[in-house]
């Protein structure tokens, strides 16, 4: 247990001590909200699609979360560049309560960024019909979060270093943020790009969100909560099996 | 009793053969010292030995256990200071030792007292609360230092501890050291480049170059084999006397043979 919480802790130390990383990945949900929010405001309710700025909001904290996830999992390269890895792989703890502790601190912090990210959106224009709702909202904030630290930590275990960075970026995390149905409705769309949607992760944890924030699932909540759950212990498990075999 | 025995210990990453089928033993409460080149293998053998690499061949029994299949017992042997750089850059000096007295389940009574004790023993004390960053080359080293000697393992290893310490802080360590191995039988392996330290603590040196050990005694019967009268006359015979660096060899050659020509040194 006070394994996984200093590992848990460290995280959010450094999270909260890289002010610069903070504001810095504002800046993008924040312009993305306000220029396609604004933006494609008018078409979308022309189309019968209501209020974009609603279905739109779930959407951006989801991409805010994947990317500090993935991000806060890929941080492993770095501890393994810097050499402070080695101090946790000799520690007399096992693996799994390593992992364990890592991902909950990478979690912990794309959560509170989707946080900010939400409050952020209610000066744009985002509005929430009651604040009961939060709590419900903060934990699929959080799953997703998980599961996205550890299918980062995952893939950080097989590479050396940053050199694979793009790749990850271009290849899995921004087709995973594109075709997830978090800029578009996913009703209606053509077969390839519906399959594609249906297997992507995300797309289940903006489904979650954006009902359970602005009130239309597509998959519906005990769906999306089912999978989300499975795929955390999935990614975790093998998250876990990769890291083991970390040699330094 | 050995607390580290290693038969046919093997290393190779690719083609290269790091480590070349070596064995040695290492007794309990024993100081001893691997002295070598540079790239000889002593920090690959150390990874072996620690489970941070898995051997490609031979076999190797710390207290006991087997690092490849009873790697968390193994860990919960040994304390270690790297050679490379291993902090935590952005938390403090005193962040840094709480991490690893928490991973090594140090008591917390025992641990604030350490923690107190090795800060002002490396002389940090005033930098407690400062972030790792901000510290020089030599004051990061001394914090690597005071970490690796919070819990106080069966075995300690020591890769280099002293690289880039003043004259004063290499001698407190080492007295600190020696002391602990006398107090609680505390077993240590260390690396060094500096011949007199090795001299002065070390109870039996093995010498490894090429990944091959090629001597393994006390200071005097190292000296008396090779017919010399200090240690680094000892080490440079029995290791020759070319710089290890692969670009350097021809243009040793080339000095080696002006040498022969003319007569000089
Ligand atoms: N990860 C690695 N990949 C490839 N080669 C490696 C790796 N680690 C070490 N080597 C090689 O293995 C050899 C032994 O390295 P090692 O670090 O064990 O030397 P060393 O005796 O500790 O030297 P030094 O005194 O310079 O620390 C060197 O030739 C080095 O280049
Ligand atoms: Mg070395």
């Known amino acids: 247990m006070s394994t996984i919480y200093i590992l848990w802790l460290r995280q959010i130390k450094r999270y909260l001590r890289s002010r610069a990383r903070i504001i810095g990945s504002l800046g993008q949900p924040i312009l993305f909200l306000i220029a396609l929010g604004f933006g494609f405001g008018p078409i979308f309710k022309q189309a019968g699609g209501g209020n974009y700025m609603q279905f739109l909001t779930p959407g951006i904290i989801g991409m805010s979360i994947l990317f500090t996830a993935i991000f806060s999992g890929i941080e492993l390269i770095w501890d393994r560049q810097f050499g402070f890895l080695k101090e946790t792989l000799v520690a007399p703890v096992s693996r799994t309560q390593i992992m364990i502790g890592r991902t909950l601190g990478g979690a912990t912090v794309a959560t509170l960024q989707g946080l900010i990210v939400l409050i952020l959106s209610l000066f744009i224009g985002f509005h929430l019909e009651h604040f009961g709702i939060l709590l419900l909202a903060i934990v699929i904030m959080f799953m997703i979060a998980l599961m996205f630290t550890a299918l980062g930590t995952a893939i950080a275990s097989l590479l050396e270093d940053m050199q694979g960075f793009q790749l990850i970026m271009n290849f899995l995390v921004m087709p995973l943020f594109l075709l997830s149905g978090s800029l578009f409705p996913l009703q209606g769309l053509p077969k390839a790009i519906n399959f594609v949607s249906k297997i992507d992760p995300l797309s289940y944890g903006i489904d979650a969100l954006r009902g359970i924030l602005a009130g239309n699932f597509h998959f519906g909540l005990g769906l999306d909560f089912l999978i989300l759950f499975l795929l955390i212990i999935f990614f975790i498990a093998i998250g876990t099996f990769l890291f083991r075999r970390i040699q330094v | ?265």
Do not use: C
Request: aromatic letters at 8%; glycine letters at 8%.
């Open chain 2, 1 to 265: 009793m050995s607390i580290i025995s290693v038969k046919n210990l093997t290393k190779k990453f690719k083609d290269f053969v790091a480590v070349k089928d070596i064995s040695f033993e290492v007794d309990q409460g024993e100081i001893f010292a691997f002295l070598g080149p540079n790239g000889a293998g002593k920090s690959t053998t150390i990874k072996m030995l620690t489970t941070l690499l898995h051997p490609d061949g031979g076999m190797i029994r710390l207290n006991n256990f087997d690092p490849v299949v009873q790697g968390d017992e193994v860990r919960r042997s040994f304390g270690i200071v790297f050679q490379d750089p291993s902090l935590d850059d952005e938390l403090t000096a005193e962040e840094n030792l709480e991490f690893h007295g928490v991973l090594y389940k140090v008591p917390s009574s025992i641990r604030e007292k350490r923690i107190g004790e090795l800060l002002k023993f490396v002389d940090l004390e005033d930098r407690r609360k400062s972030l790792v960053k901000t510290f020089s080359g030599g004051m990061k080293r001394r914090l690597e230092i005071a970490r690796g000697l919070l819990h106080h393992p069966k075995i300690l290893f020591l890769d280099e501890p002293t690289l880039g310490l003043d004259p004063q802080t290499r001698n407190h360590m080492w007295n600190y050291v020696v002391k602990l191995n006398k107090e609680e039988g505390m077993t240590i392996f260390f690396t060094t480049h500096y011949m007199e330290e090795a001299d002065k603590v070390a109870g039996r040196i093995a010498v490894i170059d090429h990944g091959k050990i090629i001597a393994v005694g006390t200071s005097n019967e190292l000296k008396s084999k090779t017919n010399t009268k200090t240690l680094e006359e000892a080490f440079l015979n029995l290791t020759g006397t070319t710089i290890r660096d692969e670009e350097a060899t021809s243009k040793d050659y080339l000095r080696m043979a002006r040498r022969m020509w003319t007569g000089r040194k």
